[in-house]
């Protein structure tokens, strides 16, 4: 229950930014009430059991860590920990009518030796090098603004100092410069797919969307690494939780936001829990949920939600399956990322037939193996036999194709992917699936539709909206969080240089609120 009636800060919404922001301004000295409408903190960010009888403690929703400025983790003094993996990258591919791949990690010799036995030449890792090198020189220049005031587009791109890569990243459709850069289809592929999570585009959209998704998942800790988190996603929201709770501030599971009031000045929250309805007065109300929620909340017109286009599959083995390239140990090649079915020209035909309103009938997707880089997600029983995770990512499966019959299309669309998936296997990956306490197999499927029904994203878009490039427009305000009401902040991945997990828009929401205001002296009450 809240502690009080009255509160410097409330904070709708218990997900990692929430936390972010509560731990930030109760650290600050600022007295901070957290209400979540479910039983538990974290969001999207949690880790779970979801097959019964088997302690496999998944990252259920998201899965990796790029974007956390570890800003946050040393001024909130987490015990929170990633680890890098071994692998970047394996991509199989039939060539030749003989099964080989591309394998990227391992050092650069290895990984030079593996474009050359895949294309033939050093050309394609020579033009990888120098494509990645000026992502980044971007990564280094852009990653430290994020939780900074919003930069002008012109100071961002003062700050870039690279034309090329302005062009490239800012302007031109990626595609292009993915064509200029590179000549092998499969090369292609493995490079744009970093612009299509969660995002539904062809290489040449000119809206730029995929752009925008490609930009975040280069720049990531200035490096543009994905890391795995120890002890899975739920060790970085437990550990933000306790940090806010020792810092002070009240955290009320149970508690479903439904009504904002505000002249701009105070505010009134009224939320509901299972003993009836509580009014909590507030200087600040950060809202850690989409912007379709916020508009619900204060009572304004709630933009058009974005499509989401991706299925996330959950599973858990017995064992890793044995790959059809022998050249490759599958703990290898699962460390990384495992792409199937994006080659370029497969990318392209996928989004074609998903644009026409028919299931690819080659769903792209990739794949990667948590445990293998962090065993601490499975009981000592599991390690002990040899269980392995695997998280599926599909791309061009958008939130329309699954609105007739979500259930059956889940299914098709799942089947499907594993087929591709098996192309690539000497033995079908529903041999290895483990079996949970009922006699089920390990492996479950979410769709957008079912992540908007469990999540609240709207449209089913992981980044609750069309990201947004990382410099102030029109509208955005100083910190890419403030919205019409002079005290409601948003605070959640529809807020400037939000989506993936990064806390950053929680961040800067608190920084707003810190920066706006003197400490008060006295707390607000409900009702005044």
């Known amino acids: 229950m809240p502690a009080h009636d009255g509160y410097d800060a409330v904070i709708v919404g218990g997900g990692h930014n929430g936390l972010v922001a509560a731990a930030c301004l109760a650290r600050a000295g600022r007295s901070v009430l957290v209400l979540e409408r479910l039983d538990h903190t974290g969001g999207a960010a949690v880790s779970t059991r979801p097959f019964a009888g088997l302690d496999a403690r998944l990252s259920r929703y998201s899965y990796l860590v790029s974007l956390l400025p570890p800003k946050i983790v040393r001024d909130l003094e987490l015990d929170f920990r990633v680890r890098a993996r071994t692998v970047s990258s394996y991509t199989p591919v039939e060539r030749a009518g003989r099964p080989t791949g591309l394998l990227v990690g391992g050092g650069e010799r290895r990984t030079r030796e593996a474009f050359a036995r895949l294309t033939g030449s050093d050309r394609e890792y020579t033009a990888w090098q120098r494509f990645y090198a000026m992502t980044a020189g971007v990564a280094r220049r852009v990653f430290p603004t994020l939780t900074e005031p919003l930069p002008t587009r012109g100071e961002l791109r003062r700050r870039i100092d690279d034309e090329e890569a302005w062009r490239a990243l800012f302007e031109e459709p990626l595609g292009v410069a993915v064509e200029r850069y590179f000549a092998d289809d499969l090369v292609r592929g493995v490079v744009l797919t970093d612009a299509l999570i969660g995002t539904f585009a062809d290489a040449h959209d000119p809206s730029l969307r995929h752009n925008r998704c490609f930009l975040y998942h280069v720049i990531g800790g200035g490096t543009g690494a994905w890391d795995v988190p120890v002890g899975g996603m739920g060790a970085l929201t437990d ?48 809202v850690n949920a989409s912007p379709q929620e916020l508009a619900r909340l204060t009572g304004d017109t ?4 974005a499509e989401g286009a991706q299925l996330k599959v959950n599973m858990l083995l017995t064992r890793l399956p044995a790959l059809r390239d022998t050249a490759v140990d599958p703990r290898e090649a699962f460390a990384g990322t495992f792409h199937v079915a994006e080659g370029y020209g497969q990318l392209a035909t996928a989004h074609a037939q998903s644009a026409a309103g028919e299931l690819p009938t080659a769903p792209p997707s990739e794949i990667y193996c948590h445990s293998l880089t962090d065993p601490t997600i499975l009981g000592p029983d599991l390690v002990e036999r040899g269980y392995q995770t695997l998280t599926l990512f599909g791309l061009h499966t958008p939130a329309r194709l699954f609105a007739g019959d979500n259930d059956r299309v889940r299914e098709e669309s799942l089947k499907s992917t594993l087929a591709q998936l098996d192309a690539h296997l000497a033995e079908p990956i529903e041999s290895c699936l483990a079996t949970d306490a009922d006699g089920r197999p390990c492996i479950e499927a979410k769709t957008p539709l079912d992540l908007e029904r469990e999540l609240r994203l709207p449209g089913g878009n992981i980044f609750h909206r069309e990201l947004a490039w990382p410099y102030a427009q029109e509208g955005t305000g100083r910190w890419g969080v403030e919205t019409r009401h002079a005290n409601v902040l948003l605070c959640g991945a529809g807020a400037v240089r939000g989506g993936g997990v990064s806390g950053v828009p929680g961040h800067n929401a608190a920084m707003a609120v810190l920066e706006g205001c003197a400490r008060p002296t006295d707390r607000p009450t409900a009702g005044a």
């Not at 810092?247 to 299972?274: C, F, K, L, S, W």
């Not at 709630?302 to 939600?305: F, G, N």
């Open 239 to 286: 550990a933000l939780a306790r940090s806010a709770r020792a810092a002070g501030a009240v955290i009320a599971t149970g508690r479903e936001a439904v009504r904002i009031e505000t002249d701009g000045h105070a505010a009134e929250v009224t939320y509901r829990g299972a003993d009836g309805e509580g009014v909590v007065a507030a200087r600040h109300v950060l």
């Open 302 to 305: 709630p933009p058009a939600p």
